[in-house]
């Protein structure tokens, strides 16, 4: 039996595109639309998609920074979908965040010292003397040290920036953390540092990770379970190493076509995906990859497809029958 430490069921977050001289509501931004996964406890779920497609908005309405519109988020079997900013105050030491750009995620005032003690001095957990050296125990964890201490985030490198975020988010000894894109503004040999870290700590403390990149390569790397996002829904939902063997929606088999050959005399068919991903405001007709699809059929334009109830590998196309919803 999977110990989910996360679930969502049936997610929708809708943003109001207000128009007109009284500011009516005229249409909605479908960010997230009935988005269901697992995060089991200890395990890394990565979640891949184009910019756009709703991966930032899901992670923070699973984090509550945005309240979803329907559907259920769950942590640890605790129901907390109308959790009230009050209500969340003692999860917030279980559920952390690490952002894309570690530069305009620090404040340039504070040095690494009073970076790391200021979540415990909110949460009042530790004695005074014991927060100093939860700090210097954490600065140890990420590969800084004592001489970092009274230096400001101007002072660093980007892979040292994301250390001294890494180490914030551990200060609280959480549960689940949110990475999204963590590495995408590094070196690529920055980033293999920073990604080994990340396993690392998961080893060590029993972590939880949602770990949202463009990289399949990182992805393929951190991930025990993948989830392909597309225009607000999950298109594609399996274990990592069933998405790069077997990947079913051709939507997924673009992005793993897309990504670069080691071997300079293998030459692979390029899959082209013609144009960009649509508006959130104007979701096409039917399937919503049908503009783009390389493999559509006649049913794609005027059929959505359901995610199929296969729990070992989920998939969202026409193309296989268990995706056809009840009433065709």
């Given at each position: 039996?999977q110990?989910?430490?996360?679930?969502?069921?049936?997610l929708?977050?809708?943003?109001?595109?207000?128009?007109?001289?009284?500011?009516?509501?005229?249409d909605y931004?479908?960010?997230?639309?009935?988005?269901?996964?697992?995060?089991q406890?200890?395990?890394?779920?990565?979640?891949?998609?184009?910019?756009?497609?709703?991966?930032?908005?899901l992670?923070?309405?699973?984090?509550k920074?945005?309240?979803?519109d329907?559907?259920k988020i769950?942590?640890?079997?605790?129901?907390?979908?109308?959790?009230?900013?009050?209500?969340?105050?003692?999860?917030?030491?279980?559920m952390?965040i690490?952002?894309?750009?570690p530069?305009?995620?620090?404040?340039?005032?504070?040095?690494v010292?009073?970076?790391?003690?200021?979540?415990?001095n909110?949460?009042?957990?530790y004695d005074?003397?014991?927060?100093?050296?939860?700090?210097?125990?954490l600065?140890?964890?990420?590969?800084?040290?004592?001489?970092d201490?009274?230096?400001?985030?101007?002072?660093?490198?980007?892979?040292?920036?994301?250390?001294?975020v890494?180490?914030?988010?551990?200060?609280?000894?959480?549960?689940?953390?949110v990475?999204?894109?963590?590495?995408?503004?590094?070196?690529?040999?920055?980033q293999?540092?920073i990604?080994?870290?990340?396993?690392?700590?998961?080893?060590?403390?029993?972590?939880?990770?949602l770990?949202i990149?463009?990289?399949?390569?990182?992805?393929?790397?951190?991930?025990?379970?993948?989830?392909?996002?597309?225009?607000?829904?999950i298109?594609?939902?399996?274990?990592?190493e069933?998405?790069?063997?077997?990947p079913?929606?051709?939507?997924?088999?673009a992005l793993?076509?897309?990504?670069?050959?080691?071997?300079?005399?293998?030459?692979?068919?390029?899959?082209?995906?013609?144009?960009?991903?649509?508006?959130a405001?104007?979701?096409?007709?039917?399937?919503?990859?049908?503009?783009?699809?390389?493999?559509k059929?006649?049913?794609?334009?005027?059929i959505?497809?359901?995610?199929?109830?296969?729990?070992?590998?989920?998939?969202?196309?026409?193309l296989?029958?268990e995706?056809?919803?009840?009433?065709?």
């Open positions: 039996m110990n989910n430490l996360v679930q969502i069921l049936n929708k977050k809708y943003f109001r595109i207000k128009k007109g001289i009284f500011f009516k509501t005229n931004i479908k960010a997230v639309d009935n988005v269901e996964i697992n995060i406890a200890n395990k890394t779920l990565g979640l891949v998609g184009e910019s756009g497609s709703g991966k930032t908005t992670s923070k309405c699973i984090l920074l945005l309240n979803p329907e559907g769950i942590f640890d079997g605790i129901d907390i979908t109308n959790y009230s900013m009050k209500q969340m105050i003692p999860l917030r030491k279980r952390q690490i952002f894309q750009d530069y305009s995620s620090l404040n340039p005032r504070f040095t010292l009073k970076t790391i003690l200021e979540g415990m909110i949460h009042k957990i005074i003397e014991k927060r100093y050296e939860r700090v210097h125990e600065l140890n964890m990420v590969g800084l040290n004592d001489n201490l009274n230096k400001f985030p101007h002072e660093f490198s980007g892979g040292q920036r994301q250390r001294i890494i180490a914030r988010a551990l200060s609280l000894n959480p549960d689940f953390i990475c999204d894109e963590p590495v995408s503004s590094l070196d690529v040999s920055i293999s540092q990604i080994n870290l990340l396993k690392d700590l998961q080893m060590q403390l029993n972590l939880t990770y770990f990149s463009h990289n399949l390569a990182v992805i393929r790397n951190i991930s025990d379970d993948i989830a392909i996002m597309y225009l607000g829904q298109v594609e939902y399996a274990s990592s069933k998405i790069f063997l077997e079913k929606h051709p939507y997924t088999k793993l076509n897309a990504t670069p050959e080691i071997n300079p005399d293998k030459k692979p068919h390029r899959i082209v995906l013609k144009g960009n991903i649509p508006s405001s104007k979701i096409p007709n039917g399937c919503r990859f049908h503009p783009r699809c390389p493999e059929i006649k049913e794609c334009s005027y959505e497809p359901v995610l199929s109830i296969n729990e070992s590998h989920q998939v969202r196309c026409l296989y029958k995706c056809f919803p009840d009433i065709i």
